[in-house]
């Protein structure tokens, strides 16, 4: 009964999550556009960050937020190229990420993990929205000069997210295993594990070089500092909440305490401090999803 009330208000809170982005005046949205390196830039607007790989074969696309935004995003492009847009790939399947399938999905293959199309089917996503091309550990497209490949990192944020690698131009799509100064939201009710999500980011730190350029999911563009000091915190706010698991107190007294101060700027964006814990705390105790 707990793991359905859990699963319950998961649901819930990503409901409301999606329709408070819903509610939002789209028309006075407007799309920042920088360059990263290389053929890279970073879209920013409503929902996730967007990646494009703009160059001679075209335009890539990483994740494309809202429908109504795709115009916006459209001629985001077009003020970087006349060249027309080739294909998308999807990091994992919430709405503020591939919203826009609906409408590029007419246009262009979509690219995903395999977990990322059932998710969308489940959601009742309509056939143009859905991935055409799918995987299930990685693949590589050879586009604009270098090398992109896109690898699958199970269980952390969500389970079909993907890490994206432009290799020539040194950048990194992180999607949402990175929300750059801020507590994640790790969706437990779609396979996310907060000790996975830990697990990747120690994985990518050891591999990534010193000078990549990170776009995060969420949050401004990043470097590896940004990265250290992002995994420093879920580490060390995890580490607290667990010894006071390990004490035998409660959800309700865990929250009550609270965390530092100097991770109260973290708790400012969409997962707030208290819910922060809330989601550590059904991950480690594997009580529930939230």
Same mark, same amino acid.
């Given at each position: 009964?707990?793991?359905?009330?859990?699963?319950?208000?998961?649901?819930?809170?990503?409901?409301?999550?999606?329709?408070?982005?819903?509610?939002?005046?789209?028309?006075?949205?407007?799309?920042?556009?920088?360059?990263?390196?290389?053929?890279?830039?970073?879209?920013?607007?409503?929902?996730?960050?967007?990646?494009?790989?703009?160059?001679?074969?075209?335009?890539?696309?990483?994740?494309?937020?809202?429908?109504?935004?795709?115009?916006?995003?459209?001629?985001?492009?077009?003020?970087?190229?006349?060249?027309?847009?080739?294909?998308?790939? *999807?990091?994992?399947?919430?709405?503020?990420?591939?919203?826009?399938?609906?409408?590029?999905?007419?246009?262009?293959?979509?690219?995903?993990?395999?977990?990322?199309?059932?998710?969308?089917?489940?959601?009742?996503?309509?056939?143009?929205?859905?991935?055409?091309?799918?995987?299930?550990?990685?693949?590589?497209?050879?586009?604009?000069?270098?090398?992109?490949?896109?690898?699958?990192?199970?269980?952390?944020?969500?389970?079909?997210?993907?890490?994206?690698?432009?290799?020539?131009? *040194?950048?990194?799509?992180?999607?949402?295993?990175?929300?750059?100064?801020?507590?994640?939201?790790?969706?437990?009710?779609?396979?996310?594990?907060?000790?996975?999500?830990?697990?990747?980011?120690?994985?990518?730190?050891?591999?990534?070089?010193?000078?990549?350029?990170?776009?995060?999911?969420?949050?401004?563009?990043?470097?590896?500092?940004?990265?250290?000091?992002?995994?420093?915190?879920?580490?060390?706010?995890?580490?607290?909440?667990?010894?006071?698991?390990?004490?035998?107190?409660?959800?309700?007294?865990?929250?009550?305490?609270?965390?530092?101060?100097?991770?109260?700027?973290?708790?400012?964006?969409?997962?707030?401090?208290?819910?922060?814990?809330?989601?550590?705390?059904?991950?480690?105790?594997?009580?529930?999803?939230?």
């Amino acid at each position: 009964m707990k793991r359905l009330t859990y699963t319950i208000a998961a649901a819930i809170a990503v409901f409301l999550a999606i329709a408070a982005w819903a509610q939002m005046d789209f028309a006075r949205i407007k799309i920042k556009t920088t360059h990263v390196a290389g053929n890279i830039y970073m879209l920013e607007g409503a929902g996730g960050n967007i990646g494009a790989s703009v160059g001679p074969d075209g335009i890539l696309l990483v994740d494309d937020q809202f429908a109504p935004l795709a115009e916006k995003i459209r001629n985001a492009l077009k003020e970087l190229s006349d060249v027309p847009l080739k294909f998308l790939i *999807n990091t994992h399947f919430h709405g503020d990420h591939t919203g826009g399938n609906t409408v590029f999905g007419n246009e262009v293959p979509i690219i995903s993990h395999a977990n990322v199309r059932k998710r969308l089917q489940m959601e009742s996503s309509p056939q143009e929205a859905l991935p055409v091309v799918t995987f299930d550990d990685s693949l590589s497209i050879h586009f604009n000069g270098e090398e992109i490949r896109v690898i699958h990192f199970p269980n952390s944020h969500t389970d079909g997210d993907s890490v994206i690698f432009f290799t020539g131009s *040194n950048v990194v799509h992180m999607g949402d295993l990175f929300f750059s100064g801020r507590f994640p939201y790790v969706d437990l009710s779609s396979g996310g594990d907060v000790e996975g999500l830990i697990k990747h980011i120690e994985k990518l730190l050891t591999e990534l070089p010193p000078d990549v350029k990170l776009i995060p999911g969420h949050g401004p563009l990043s470097d590896i500092d940004d990265l250290k000091t992002y995994h420093q915190t879920l580490v060390a706010t995890i580490d607290i909440i667990q010894d006071q698991i390990e004490v035998g107190k409660s959800l309700e007294e865990i929250k009550a305490a609270g965390l530092p101060k100097k991770w109260r700027s973290w708790g400012a964006g969409f997962i707030s401090t208290g819910r922060w814990i809330e989601i550590v705390h059904r991950s480690l105790a594997k009580t529930g999803d939230i």
